[in-house]
Structures are given as C-alpha cells and as structure tokens.
C-alpha cells in the first residue's frame, strides 16, 4: 500500500508559492519507507477536489492533504471530504474550546467563521495543531484507506505530522521497511559518460542505482530497503565502494559534501593553505569557499582582479603579456595565480580568467572560454582551459568556472595525498 | 481550455528537491491567462506515467511536463508518451549533429547513450533546447490536445519556454486576455511594515496588489486583466506611481533589477567606480556586483581580506585597531573600505566584516553582528552596524550583509543623484 500527497491551494495554481510541504512530505515519506509515488495539486474548488479524491482513494490507500483548513470562506478541504464519502459534520466542543483559548491568549476576537474549523466528519478523530487554530484529522473513511489533513502552513504541519502522524502511522504498521539512501557525487564527467561505465548497476534492484545531472556536476543515488538502517547501510556499502573505485578521481564526495568542502578537508590534512585570484568570477570562488564554517583555516582570502589594473598593480601580471596575449590567456591566469600565491604567501594560489558573457566574446576567444592557473608549493604553476560553451548563461559560466578551479586544486592534493601514503 | 503540469522524476518523490519547475510554471501560465487547475508529480516509471497521462489527457487540453529527458536509462518520458499514444520514435538527423556539436564544443566524447535523445515521436516538433543538450517537444497527438515537454534542468526549462513555447502558445490563440504584473522591489523595510503603509491597496480588484518577502527583499506585485498588453499597462501605472512615492528610498527596483544592477547604473549615470573589500562574505559581494553584464565599467575588483593578516598587509587596516576592537569593528569596516578605494584608486570603497556563524560568536559580539564601511569619493568613511540576528544561517548572513552594504551604496548614490538634480 502506498501513500500520495495532495496539496490544495489556489496560491499553489497561481505560482506564488513554492511547494516545501511536498518535499518536506516526500522526505518524511522515504525515510518512514513508506512507498509514494503520486502528488497531486488542486485548487480550493470542491468539484476539482473531488475528482482528485476519486483518483487517488481508487490507487493509493494513505492520502495526506495539507492546506485548505483555515477558517475562510475559500478554505474547504473538510467539508469535501465530507462531502466525498457522504459523512456529516459535526462540531467537536474541546476543539472549539481549544481555539477559543488560543484567541484569548493571543488577545484577539474570535470570530464566527473561526467555529467552522471545529467542524470535522463524523468517524474521524482530530489530529491537534499546538501551532495554530486550524486542526487536522486523522480518518479512515473505509476499510483500506486513510486519511491524514493538515493546515498549508509549514511549521504547524511539520509539528503535527512528527508529533501525531508519524506515531500513529507506525501503531498502524506503516514504516516498517526502511529506505536508506546515500549519494554519490561526481565532477569532470558527463553524466552519460559516468552512466555508461556504471551501467550494470542500474539493473539492481535493492539497492537501486540512479543517476542525476545539475549544473555540471553527476551524482549517483544509491537506496536500499530493509528493516532496519544498519541492514539497509550493509546492503549499500558493497555497491558504494565499488561505484567509487570505477570512478576513480572523478568522485568527489558524498552526500551533503561540495567540491569547497572537500577540497577544505585536504587542505586541512595537508595543513596547507590557498588564496585565489579571480576575474570573470568577480569572487563567487572566494564565496564558495568560505560558504564552509571553518574555511579561515585554510583559505586566507584573494585578490577580485575584475578590472586589468588590478591584475598588473596587485597580482604583479607582466603588461606586455597582458597586451600581447589577453586578459583571457594561459599566461595571465599563470601570473595571476603565482601572483596572489606570493602576495598573500600562501601554498597554493588559485586564478580564474574567462569570458563570461553574454557580451565580450570574439572568433578566436568565444564566450565560455575560461582558463585556470594553479600555482602550487613547489612554486611551479599549471594552466587548464575550459571551452564551456558559447550556449551557456553568464550565471552558469561562472558557477562552472569556479566548480572546474575547485576540482583542479582537489585532483592536486589527492594525488599528494596519495604520494605519501 | 486548460493546462496541467506534470512533473516527471522519481527525486522529487524522494522530496530530493524542491519543486520550483512548477511553481515557475505556474507564474507564466498566470501571466499569460491560460487556466491551470491540476498539478502532477510521477516518477520515472512508464507504468505510473502513463496513468497520469490517461487522466491528464481527459481533462486538460494543454499538458506540460518537465524532466525524464536526459540520457540514461531511467529517461523514459518521450518513449513512454510514443507510447501511450500509440507512435513510433523518429531519430531526427538535426538534433543528432546539434547534440554531437554541443559534445565537440565542450570538449567531451559523445556516448551512444545520447543518440537517444535525438529520438522523438512521429508527427511532433523539436522544441530546441540551446543550453543542454536534451530537445523537448511540441506535439499535437490528437485534436484539442497539445503537450510540451521539458528537461527538468531549471536554468534549461526557462530558456526554452520563453524562447519557444510562449511564441507557439501564444500563435495557438492561448493567453487572450493579457494578465499583466509589474512587480516593485523594496530592501530596508520590512513586510508587515510595508503592508501597513500600502494597506489600501490590498483591496483593488483590477489591478491587485500582493505582497511578497523572500530572504530580507520584500515585493508587491501588481496585476491587471486587459485585453491588450497596453490596457493592462495603463491600468497598473498610476498605482505603481503612488506605492512608489508612498515607500520613498525603501523602493529600489521593478521587476529584474537587483540591488546590485541599480547600484551599477547608479554608478554608471554618475561615471565613478567602486572597489570592495570583503571579509565575512569571502566574494559574495563582488559576485553579486559582477553577476550584471557590463560590470567592468564601474566595478574594478577588490581584496578578500579573510584572514587578519590579508587586512593589514593589503588594506593597510592598523594591527593595534585590530587587536584593540577586533576584526568585526567599526573601525576595522572603515579602514577595510577606505585601504581598498585607495589601494584600487576608485571613487568608492565598499566593506564587510562579520560573524556569519554557525561558530565565533562571543557575548558582546554574537553571530551575525556585521559591521558595513563606506569610503566615499570626498575620503570621509561612514559605517553601519547591523546585528541580523543569531538564528539565521550562514548562508542568509553572508547573503543579507552584501545585499544591505549595496544597499548602504545604493541610498548614498540617489542621495548624490537628487543633490544635483
């Protein structure tokens, strides 16, 4: 038996909201192992609702609703439901006593349109909202279905899904299979490329295998079931290690880990330190480093050589080579590299060059051409080109710039790392 | 004549990620006045899909999905729409060579894998897709009933359907009566305080005012109905103008502007130049400065001075003042702004220095405490002190600190504008 999420709410139909609670719901949903595989959004219109009702009380025997509790005229998810199985409603006294108290607290006047959220279908019981004056219900309608309602306001349905839901959905058996997952995250490799050189694995089935692409990065997910994590975790690991060892140095970490914080930790284990010296980038570099708490230990700052006399004042760039071959040239983002490395003394100094768009671009020196200099310890300095894509937004230029620096600078220490062990 | 989105993706599902393809959905088909009563999330499942389709199809005449695009075997969305209704798959010669063209382009090999991707349903059109390499489709199968599909890269989506399914919606005779919005952009204030200024406002019916916030910027739209673009302009102006005067220098911007755009024509009407020099923000300010085409004109870079000893060796700031007030000062800020206006010889200087946390708070000088310096053209330096609070993430720390130090520019400017008005 599976659960399906239906959110109602015209504000939903209309764009002005993003939908967190279907996330929050689905999350949950994989966590408790519980098998989810339709969400449904309706506006508050009584006749749409029924329709979406019919379908998912014919497919899905838990179905979880959130908005359309509140206490005005276009709040109507109740009464449909209500109406839906044929039920009447009827006024729960505690429920009216709850909310007349959460008026008086909050030293407001209750109005009579407040009564109606005291209104819920006979048979159900009430699930408490200690957040707000809109409760929800738990119901079983018939034999095989129920029915879970909460308020469209995030913080009160999260309290009442973890307070009530989830404790009476495991006293109703649900839950019982967990589903552990764990990414795999992957940069410098397309993501038909990666899925060629894994492609046995997707004919698993527990644990599954699934790739995902976003923004040049390649991530692998692998979830099992079980009944419980630490067998879940046992069924995974196998599959992990041997994604990771196909891979190789393209696999840069996982789950929640980013190229930054990676490249943190090794800089840490090294007990090395970086400075950065960015053009087209404009400091999104800096930013993503220092995104990680704790990123001073290693990252001491840079120079934002936006402009080419920045890049000849500070970063000590040779003008005639900045003349003779461009501010977008292997040689400038090798100066520019060595320059910030010894200006702010560190051991390693990283530069970004490029033509970001959309203007700028020219035949021999498109948009999305974008060099890398590394300048490293032993004072030598490495050069990488990266034609990106003249298709491509400025935005993404120059995410791709700075992740490409990143994975550059990664690839080094590991292979430091992997000379000393 | 209705349209419904259907998300395809068994991540969403799993709640990996939100769902802002339908929300971004839902916004255009609002402004384009075509109804939209159903949203559907299905994962990469042919079977489930299909059910969805069965019931989408029945309803609506206009379906639009998103995602199962890409290259590996878990993209089914275009055989499984081939067939359901019953066509075979065509390999178009055009979306080949531009797929292997994109591949040449950036350098990588292309895999058989991709091939598929040129595969689309007997008798439907290529929606091209310039910035990835997954074509969607546009696709009559029967009379009365048109479907769209997307990949469910968002950055991809957007280009496509501005660039080609608006144009193809709007030739269809979809969208006659124009909705028009216009929306004004407020930093400095906050929601309620706002709402309660312009609370008249919320009660007109054509056009409507409603408010918005969203990470510290706070937002009206208003929105007409006319049946033309130039009606619907014509109702909005006149209350634009009054909810602009009512706010005064709170209002910064309509529709795209960002702080940092406006700062940069600010800047660029007043021929004078900035420089920054970043501490807690690590290049989140030079990124946001650099993220406007253009930016070169005024923006000639600056020094992330992450570390103590980048703030003395670069910007000059005095190690006794550092010692004596610490590094989140007012006197740090001040001679953080004014070293790198002179370091850079620029009009202006712009500085950050903060807490953003999780750790490094103390008592008297907590998380998010942020001090801003502003070196002006005349030499004098002014600072502000701001503490945003100690519950915020890092990430809305880093982010409101260079949206209110722009913001600091941004008033200084119209200041300077007004006075020689």
């Given at each position: 038996?599976?659960?399906?999420?239906?959110?109602v709410g015209t504000e939903l139909l209309l764009g002005e909201i993003l939908n967190s609670n279907a996330q929050f719901l689905a999350l949950e949903l994989a966590n408790l192992g519980i098998p989810h595989?339709?969400?449904?959004v309706v506006g508050d219109n009584p006749t749409r609702l029924k329709q979406v009702l019919a379908i998912a009380s014919d497919r899905s025997g838990l179905l979880i609703l959130t908005g359309g509790l509140g206490p005005t005229p276009d709040d109507?998810?109740?009464?449909?439901?209500a109406e839906f199985f044929g039920v009447p409603l009827v006024e729960q006294p505690d429920v009216l006593e709850d909310i007349a108290q959460k008026f008086a607290e909050r030293g407001r006047h209750m109005t009579p349109s407040n009564r109606k959220?005291?209104?819920?279908?006979?048979?159900?019981?009430v699930l408490p909202n200690p957040g707000g004056t809109a409760p929800g219900i738990i119901w079983q309608p018939r034999s095989g279905l129920t029915i879970l309602t909460f308020p469209g306001v995030p913080s009160e349905m999260h309290q009442m899904w973890r307070e009530t839901a989830v404790p009476f959905l495991k006293r109703q058996g649900w839950g019982k299979q967990i589903i552990y997952s764990h990414t795999l995250r992957f940069w410098g490799i397309g993501e038909s490329a990666l899925a060629e050189k894994v492609a046995p694995f997707f004919h698993l089935t527990n644990p599954t295998v699934a790739p995902y692409a976003s923004q040049g990065e390649v991530r692998l997910r692998v979830s099992s079931r079980a009944p419980s994590q630490a067998e879940a975790q046992q069924l995974i690991e196998p599959v992990v290690e041997q994604l990771r060892e196909i891979a190789g140095a393209d696999y840069f970490g996982a789950n929640s880990d980013t190229l930054a914080s990676v490249v943190g930790q090794l800089l840490t284990d090294a007990d090395q330190t970086l400075s950065v010296a960015e053009s087209c980038t404009g400091g999104g570099l800096g930013q993503m480093l220092t995104a990680i708490p704790g990123s001073s230990h290693y990252f001491l700052g840079g120079v934002i050589s936006y402009d080419n006399s920045v890049k000849v004042s500070l970063l000590k760039v040779n003008p005639t080579d900045l003349q003779k071959w461009g501010a977008v040239s292997k040689p400038v983002a090798k100066q520019m590299a060595a320059g910030v490395r010894s200006l702010l003394s560190t051991d390693w100094g990283l530069s970004i060059t490029g033509i970001a768009g959309p203007g700028g671009g020219?035949?021999?020196?498109?948009?999305?051409?974008?060099?890398?200099?590394l300048a490293k310890p032993d004072g030598t300095v490495e050069c990488f080109k990266y034609p990106l894509g003249q298709n491509r937004s400025r935005d993404s230029i120059r995410y791709a710039?700075?992740?490409h620096a990143l994975d550059q600078l990664r690839r080094r220490l590991i292979i430091r790392l992997n000379s000393l062990l």
């Open positions: 038996m599976s659960a399906e999420i239906i959110c595989y339709f969400q449904s109507l998810t109740t009464e449909t439901l959220q005291a209104l819920i279908p006979k048979g159900a019981e020219t035949e021999t020196k498109p948009v999305g051409l974008v060099y890398i200099g710039s700075a992740c």
